[in-house]
DNA sequence: AATTATATACCGAACGTTCGTTATAGATGT
DNA sequence: ACATCTATAACGAACGTTCGGTATATAATT
């Protein structure tokens, strides 16, 4: 074995830190070098084919994250209501009240686009599907549940959105526990 | 007089299509070059401070038009229901069923951020603020027609993100259609 | 048990390219 | 003549990338 690793997931974590403030094309090498410690060169032993590399790691590092975090603590069996209201705490945390990007938006810009767009559009339906599901079990008929669970996503991104532009942390936690009775009724 | 000038608001609006597909960082003085036929030394002769310039004048110009287009055309003394209603539809046409990005949030992420972000959270508030102050014409308190004036923009900026992560402009529309309804009750 | 080989972790220095920017000279139209 | 605009070419700096190398720790061989 070699020299105890930095542990990827903690140069992730930093490399993820970066692209979310400055997206794919304003994350320099030099600032990821700087946020991971690491210098160009080992960054590249980490990710052979180095930049895009590293973007696709984020982006499935915090894909399988949120997976852990928000969509897999959903259960389909309890209350609808309650796990509505769960499910958009939970995402509260995960995106420290809005102080952190959505990584799916940021990559929809410049090269990025060209690269993820497949799983971004992936991702995004999936994450409605959860929404429609719970609103489908709590007694909302499937077209309405979908087009709901869209609307979740929506309000999600946009809040997201705004919040990143004005600063104002209480907007985007207002918003999301405004959610669940927003589409529910 | 020079060889006639090739109209400055051309110029800007070919600009504003680079930056609002790839941003502040990712869009190059190449890109910006080759979109409005204009060579590095032109773009100079027209934004002496270079990129920082064509970016506040796409901001500028993109501020002036949604006003005239969209903020402006409100009629106050109108019936606010309609207003409201053909509000959403000017935003449909101005965003192209979602197909170009605002501007304010690309200029979110990046260098841009620190540039312009004074700019862009003044012209959010004014935006919820237009939408505020039509949901009080119809009758709604203050306090939450405030509330809804930023849950209005935060649908708008929503739609939009997901709708170029998604390429599905029906949602963009779907969305803004069913926006005034969702305001109002 | 000591030696050799191998694999991983990491780095310094440089690569060629493109970045945003600028200087200079030449068109062009009044 | 004059102001306006463009063409060419180059600038230093920063870009993403690559190469050659060291250090360390296990695995294999003796």
């Known amino acids: 074995m070699p020299a105890a690793q930095k542990g990827k997931d903690d140069v992730i974590q930093h490399l993820a830190g970066v692209f979310r403030r400055h997206g794919y094309d304003g994350a320099t090498l030099t600032m990821l070098s700087d946020a991971t410690g690491l210098v160009k060169a080992s960054l590249y032993h980490y990710f052979p084919n ?14 399988e994250l949120s997976k852990s975090e928000v969509l897999d603590k959903i259960d389909y069996a309890g209350d609808p209501r309650r796990e509505l209201n769960a499910l958009c705490e939970r995402l509260v945390h995960y995106f420290q009240q809005g102080q952190v990007s959505c990584i799916l938006e940021v990559f929809t810009l410049g090269q990025a686009k060209g690269l993820f ?10 994450i409605a599907e959860a929404y429609a599901r719970l609103l489908q079990r709590a007694g909302i008929a499937e077209s309405v549940a ?7 996503l929506v309000t999600i991104e946009g809040a997201l959105v705004v919040t990143r532009a004005t600063g104002d942390t209480k907007l985007f936690r207002n918003m999301m526990m405004a959610l669940p009775t927003r589409i529910l009724k």
Chains 1, 2 share one sequence.
Not at 51 to 63: E, I, P, W
Not at 146 to 152: D, K, L, P, T
């Open 50 to 63: 180095g930049k895009q590399d590293m973007a696709r790691a984020v982006l499935d590092y915090l894909g």
């Open 117 to 126: 767009q497949d799983t971004i559009a992936a991702r995004m339906s999936r």
């Open 146 to 152: 979908q087009q709901r669970g869209w609307e979740a």
